[in-house]
């Protein structure tokens, strides 16, 4: 599975399982990173066969992740962070985007991917010792992650709070109810915080999303396309700020938004809503 047994005893030692596929593995490998193995490469290109723009759309999901702390920070005055389905660190974390702008921004990662949590010194890197923090814990048990010495450490959950869900709630499976799961975390925070999501469109191709379930189906991944309605359920009765839920390209474009006519539309759905 890799040509460097040392790595490889490493990784297992981890509890890193690299004979099979995993999300973090193969968005890290469309997005150019290093920290993936054959069998995520493997299923990263059959959902190229399918979608050819795959790695433009991680690419979009990742750029509007940044637009996203931006205007949380800038704009929203946010100063707090809980990022979810953090991913294998690469450019722009959260905290890096936030903390470049406001230096006092406090972040709590949460992934369940060991490799990401192999990764977390990366993210611990930060202007202030203690203002970020990562918790290895899975978004299905919601009440794990608030009850986490380390999120209660770094966040003040009095204070209004940006929980960003970005390219994850398709990996819950309907009958895992990730809207019930994602509420119990926007339940848990206090008026006037966000909630910024991301989300593969079923709508946009309807024929390449079954494909790409069906694979990761058979490759033993839960990968769920959601219709704009049912990923607008997210938000609940948040107020979603403009424009509302868009393709992720349409969302507030910035300088460093690809051209819709140079690599296709990006088949995610994107939002930002504020708590009342
Ligand atoms: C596609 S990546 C998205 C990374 C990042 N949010 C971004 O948009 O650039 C999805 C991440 O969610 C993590 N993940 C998958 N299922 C999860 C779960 N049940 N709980 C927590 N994290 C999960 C994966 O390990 C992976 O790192």
Not at 28 to 45: Q, T
Not at 121 to 136: D, E, K, M, W
Not at 179 to 186: E, I, N, P, S
Request: aromatic share 8%; with cysteine; glycine share 8%.
């Amino acid at each position: 599975m890799t040509d460097n047994p040392e790595q490889y005893r490493q990784w297992t030692a981890l509890g890193i399982d690299i004979t099979v596929p995993h999300s973090a593995r193969m968005y890290d490998w469309w997005l150019g990173g290093k920290d993936n193995f054959e069998p995520d490469r493997a299923l990263g290109e059959a959902f190229m066969a399918a979608i050819p723009n795959i790695r433009a759309m991680a690419r979009e999901n990742r750029r509007f992740l940044g637009r996203a702390v931006r205007h949380l920070v800038a704009e929203a005055g946010i100063r707090q962070f809980l990022d979810i389905g953090t991913g294998i660190p690469t450019e722009g974390n959260v905290h890096e985007v936030a903390q470049a702008l406001a230096p006092e921004c406090n972040v709590v990662y949460v992934d369940n991917d060991p490799i990401v949590l192999a990764h977390a010194r990366a993210l611990l890197v930060s202007q202030r010792p203690g203002s970020t923090a990562y918790i290895h814990a899975d978004l299905r048990d919601p009440h794990a992650i608030l009850a986490d010495p380390a999120l209660t450490k770094t966040l003040d959950l009095g204070k209004p709070v940006a929980l960003m869900m970005v390219a994850v709630l398709m990996l819950l499976d309907d009958d895992e109810d990730p809207w019930g799961k994602a509420r119990v975390l926007m339940d848990a925070l206090p008026s006037g915080s966000y909630l910024a999501l991301t989300h593969p469109g079923q709508d946009f191709d309807p024929e390449a999303m079954a494909a790409i379930k069906e694979l990761a189906g058979r490759a033993g991944l839960t990968v769920v396309p959601r219709v704009k309605a049912d990923v607008a359920r997210f938000f609940a009765d948040w107020e979603l700020i403009d424009p509302g839920v868009v393709p992720v390209n349409d969302w507030r474009p910035g300088s460093e938004t690809v051209m819709l006519s140079d690599e296709g539309p990006a088949y995610y759905w994107a939002g930002i809503a504020r708590k009342p």
